[in-house]
């Protein structure tokens, strides 16, 4: 049994939607975006994942348009991408190189976001009494949810439709959550592991640049 | 009145779920997604409309993440697609045949699915209190949802944007639900009748490449 | 204190969906597409913004499909814009003249249906006992919500993330109808003024080219 569910979901959520403001923030420099596209960007990132787990779960209205501390953290995540990318990209000979960097930079982000918000995800649906399934999906559904909203936004292909691994990290920590719920082991602690475990599985798998299989002599078109 | 709504509308979900998670399948292979793309494609594709219905409904959770029924559908529609396609592209000589074949599959699908979700949907409404207008609306969005998001995620024009007719179809298969309703006349035999009879107009409108009339002299920019 | 929010309401409302309704056409119209496809797109622009704030607010079903005034103000919005778009195109000699005209009748079109839902939205969340907060947020998400979907069903960067001001004159018309509200100054009239000053923000923005700050060296790509 958690004692304290409240404020460990306010600091899983606040971190959450800072990293994925970030990312956010990001791709909307990096398509060369003004200060208030920085800002709905990053909001969007931020906020995606959590409103639809509101709308899922009955919270009217979503906490994304009612805790203020969750509006600052995105609010933040933005403006401090726009102040600091001018100097960040000096550091880089190239621009290339740069691009390169930020692309990595949101990867890291979107990953730490993944796995803040998978976690958050499946313990505000417990603390509604979702079932154990709807539970991890809605975990799942909370990590992917920003991003998804955020590539689609921007117009590029999801990260969840991409080669590596990156919904199952999301569904594995939810699961684990609700597995530790039920064996009445969670705890902040136990939390933050699994928070910790679907970050490292997710990087790694960014990094060894594991895939999933496809399917056989498929014609991959990009039209 | 209709004695058992209930399993008649789970038996209408799972098989328009299927289809729709088919076609989902399709679609990602053809881009030449991994199989997490697949199985996400098809839960968007097969679950979409459902979510929508429900939140528009207020069900929470919707049954898309409650019901491991509806959940094994979509997986099990995404896995065939993932193992099958290259069986059935081996038919075929030439990959722009089988590309072709596909692209008929999915539209072949997506009409069952249409004239499924089409029903459903205004069933669910029904039985939810929704006014005759409501529910063909909601029978109408049901239908389209789930293509709708597979094509924004697969970043392809939606079908119901396209030439053919589509939501008039899935919108007067709804409006005959709550008409039969109204009459007293609505049964497993006759809802069935209505999914046939959307599927049949569907069909038949791109059997024949039945446009509706487009704006004279618009200029179509494919910008 | 409001004495007639409800009239007030409808009438904000059935102007907002006309004008959105109107901008949804023209886009879809542009880009070749059927009656269907320019009644589906009108509908989506019309009704999206406010589907959008019900949903947030746990109004189901949302007004957008019960509320046949606001169905038909789009759908003749709609029809409108398909029967008389060859008309007004013969006005001009040239095409591209003529696309220019119709991007500017969808600017100015968005700029009312930007102020009207603005305040109309803040006004349903605030008669739904939400928060300052969440009330100015959701009038500006009711403001916006529109226009991004068409945006992206339609395949154009969504306006909000391009240059000009946008997403700010919603936030502030929105904020000004909390601040009446907790003054006791809110009434038709001053939320009249209060879509007014939206609309001559938003309009001034675009004539004079206002854009708020870019991020320093920022590399825009357009992928």
Redesign the interface.
Known sequence: MLTDTASLQTVLDVCGVFVFGLSGGLV??????????????AWVAGLGGGTIRD????I???VA??D?RL?AAAVVAGGA??LL??VW??DDAR?AG??RHVTRAVRLLDAAGLALFAVSGALV?LSRD??P??AT??GG?TAIGGG?LRD???????E????E????PALAGAALVVLLDRVDLLSPLTAWLAVALVFVIRVVAVALDL?????????????
């Open positions: 909307a420099v990096r398509r060369g975006l003004d200060l208030f596209g920085v800002l709905v960007l709308l899922f779960l009955g009217t209205p979503p348009v009612s203020w509006l991408v726009f990318h001018g990209e000096d621009p740069g691009r649906a979702a079932g399934l709807a999906l809605i559904i998804l689609v936004l921007a117009r590029q292909v999801p969840v439709l991409q080669r691994l990156y919904a199952l895939n999933a299989p496809r399917a056989l002599r498929s014609t991959p078109t990009e039209r």
